[in-house]
């Protein structure tokens, strides 16, 4: 299987190395990767292996492609398509012989980020310590937090607060 991937290089960077295979490729399968035209959002695949995909499942993940998302990229659609630079569109048999193929495009849906602070769901076995982590998915430009956390002192109970301000607190 051989392929180039284009992408818009103003909105999607790739972040090297991760490109990979996926989870649907026969043992012994090899991965090349092609990234001469990287700066202008093409990047060349050749998935190779001497061993055939099985029928079934009919649909399995060959390649696995890791981008990161400009934060200036303007909110919507855009175009992750198949092309022929610098790789050519082709699958093979184990003769090498050129199978009929189809190469279906797609498109990524870029969205705007929310700043969010997030209390995992976990579990806790009764008369022990639980580490409750309190994550926050940054948008770069904080400076400080301020926040209540409610639970249930019938069950649970806090001790060892460090580095704050028991007044407020």
Do not use: C, W
């Not at 806790?124 to 956390?149: A, C, K, N, R, W």
């Amino acid at each position: 299987i051989s392929a180039s991937i284009n992408f818009d290089p103003a909105k999607l960077s790739l972040l090297a190395p991760d490109v990979t295979l996926g989870s649907g490729v026969p043992s012994g399968t090899s991965l090349l990767v092609n990234t001469s035209q990287l700066a202008t959002g093409k990047i060349g695949i050749l998935v190779d292996t001497t061993n055939t995909y099985a029928p079934y499942p009919p649909s399995r993940q060959v390649v696995r492609l890791k981008f990161r998302v400009d934060f200036a990229a303007a909110t919507g659609l855009t175009p992750i398509t198949f092309g022929s630079t610098p790789i050519s569109q082709l699958i093979v048999d184990s003769s090498l012989t050129p199978l009929p193929s189809n190469f279906s495009n797609g498109n990524l849906n870029i969205t705007a980020p929310q700043r969010t602070l997030r209390l995992p769901v976990g579990n806790g076995f009764q008369g022990t310590q639980v580490l409750v982590p309190v994550d926050l998915y940054s948008m770069g430009d904080e400076v400080s937090m301020q926040h209540t956390i409610n639970f249930d002192p019938a069950k649970l109970s806090i001790s060892g607060v460090s580095g704050a301000n028991p007044d407020v607190i």
